[in-house]
């Protein structure tokens, strides 16, 4: 992209719009109302222009792009958020936050936890009819992951296009710390069990994510190629809930461990200095 020209010189007032009020909420920590009042209830091509956007401004401010998150693919997810299809969202570098790290305090508005299974590429995934065969030969390794989601929309108002415009609601995501190739391991059987200081808070299985998270990852690859933008090897793809989302506030300790694949575990600190803007 050049310079030259300012990602969204071309976009519709509409979508400019909406993308200034979450790139707004972000910045300064405060949420906004709902967007989607700015465009048509069903009109989810305007919600994803509204999400690209907001990429290609992170994008040219320096941001690195490393791969996908796929939402709403847990019943349990669906049901709370009150929607019925899956959406997917942008993962940046610096949205990682470390395996048994923490994440600072103020630095999201209202974040909620899930795990979820991870797929690293190392093969590009560019068919537009992607088989489950295609991710398997694709994935180097799985890794367990949390991912924190949080919503720049007030109280969590949202319907599907409001998540989509919003990046799918993404927030931070961390990543266990041993790479687990798939030889003998069934996706669809793998148990995972979450707990929020010490207490079991989520449970559900690889089947809960669209029937598996090579599935996921299916649709995902189907969907990205079938727009002109297919994930490419070395992307990061979070596949989605195995349970329900969880409410997190300061001071809470997440820890999930899904069977063969291993834990991993994050900390919302206590008190400190904002988490720095990226």
């Not at 910045?27 to 091509?45: H, N, S």
């Not at 190629?225 to 506030?249: C, I, N, S, W, Y």
């Amino acid at each position: 992209m050049s310079s030259a020209v300012p990602p969204g010189e071309d976009a519709p007032p509409t979508v400019v719009k909406a993308a200034d009020a979450l790139a707004e909420a972000t910045r300064t920590r405060v949420a906004t109302p709902p967007v989607r009042p700015l465009f048509d209830e069903g009109d989810l091509e305007t919600a994803y222009a509204v999400q690209r956007l907001n990429v290609q401004r992170g994008l040219a401010a320096g941001r690195r792009l490393v791969g996908r998150k796929i939402g709403l693919t847990s019943p349990a997810v669906q049901d709370q958020l009150g929607v019925d299809q899956p959406d997917f969202g942008a993962l940046f570098a610096d949205m990682e936050v470390p395996q048994g790290g923490e994440v600072p305090a103020g630095r999201l508005l209202q974040p909620k936890v899930e795990a979820e299974v991870v797929l690293v590429l190392g093969r590009d995934l560019p068919h537009r009819q992607c088989t489950v065969a295609d991710v398997l030969r694709a994935v180097d390794f799985a890794l367990p992951a949390l991912e924190i989601v949080d919503s720049r929309i007030a109280d969590w108002d949202i319907s599907l296009v409001d998540t989509v415009a919003d990046n799918a609601s993404c927030g931070l995501y961390v990543l266990g710390g041993t790479p687990v190739p798939l030889t003998g391991i069934d996706l669809r059987a793998v148990e995972m069990t979450m707990t929020r200081g010490g207490e079991t808070v989520s449970r559900g299985t690889g089947a809960d994510c669209l029937g598996s998270p090579l599935v996921a990852a299916a649709w995902l690859a189907s969907t990205l190629a079938e727009r002109g933008d297919p994930l490419r090897a070395g992307d990061v793809v979070l596949t989605g809930a195995l349970g329900p989302m969880v409410p997190a506030a300061a001071g809470d300790v997440f820890d999930a461990t899904i069977t063969g694949l291993g834990s991993v575990q994050v900390t919302f600190a206590t008190e400190g200095t904002e988490g720095a803007d990226k």
